[in-house]
């Protein structure tokens, strides 16, 4: 039954969601973020990594929110401070993220899960996923009804406004990137926690999905995070296959929902005015 699907759907779209809302508020700052990918990854590891070394899933939940953070600050750096080509150097973070967790793969055993909540009706998950909903209202609120948000969304709309109060662009481009570091390296510790270990590679193109959700969202929280429980139920199809279905197209499943999502909605999505723009 589909109702069935619906666990396997939360824990497959937790991940994608939180980076999901990070890649929105790094946009809507005005800086692409391709790096989405590599800050899941180093947060996974950083996770296992932090728990193995402290016995403390909460230890390891800081450090790899930490290691994303610092992946993030990278990418504000060189996109924002030396102007670097945006795309480029998302790239260029996955690949260093790719090498230095292969690199320094973390001992081959299990580390404990994050803290489960049990909810009446609902069901017993990782507390990461009752945050999500919360983050994703929020994240709405934040952009689209304080000052704060407004000016956020003017270092990717209008950097005329911001100039006009006297406010740097800059900082506002750091705020956001390293906002999405923050959020990423959560869906990367949950992702982690999940499977209690750390293989090469393990996020397997899931902030790449992200990224199609945030274009799919038109760079809004309720509707780049909704995108993502598509793509967790496409992902959850894939694992229970109970209707027989050749496991080549399922695997391919959520890839190719995304590549229908792309071709179906970039042209009708509206991007920030000045995303991937370089100047301040």
Partial sequence: MILDLIPTTLRMATPLGFAALGGIYSERAGVINLALEGMMLIGAFGYVVGTQVSGSTGFGLLTGIGFAVGLALLHAVASVTFHAEQVVTGIGINILALGITEYLLPLPKQVGGLPQWQL???????????LLPVLMV??????????????LRAAGESTEALAALSLSRAKWQYIGILLSGLLAGVGGCFLASEV??????MTAGRGYLALAAVIFGNWRPLSGV????????????????????????????????????LIGFVGTSRPPASLGKMKS
């Avoid at 209690?196 to 590679?201: A, L, N, P, Q, W």
């Avoid at 967790?232 to 050749?246: D, K, M, Q, S, Y």
């Fill in 226 to 261: 909704s995108a993502c429980f598509l793509f967790g139920f496409a992902t959850a199809l894939e694992l229970a296959n109970r209707w027989n279905i050749p496991g080549q197209l399922l695997n391919s499943l959520p890839y190719i929902l995304t590549m229908v999502v």
């Fill in 138 to 151: 929020v994240s709405h609120i934040l952009l689209f009804k304080t000052p704060w948000g407004l000016r």
């Fill in 120 to 130: 009446p009706f609902i069901g017993s998950y990782s507390f990461i996923v009752y």
């Fill in 196 to 201: 209690h270990y750390f293989t090469k590679g």
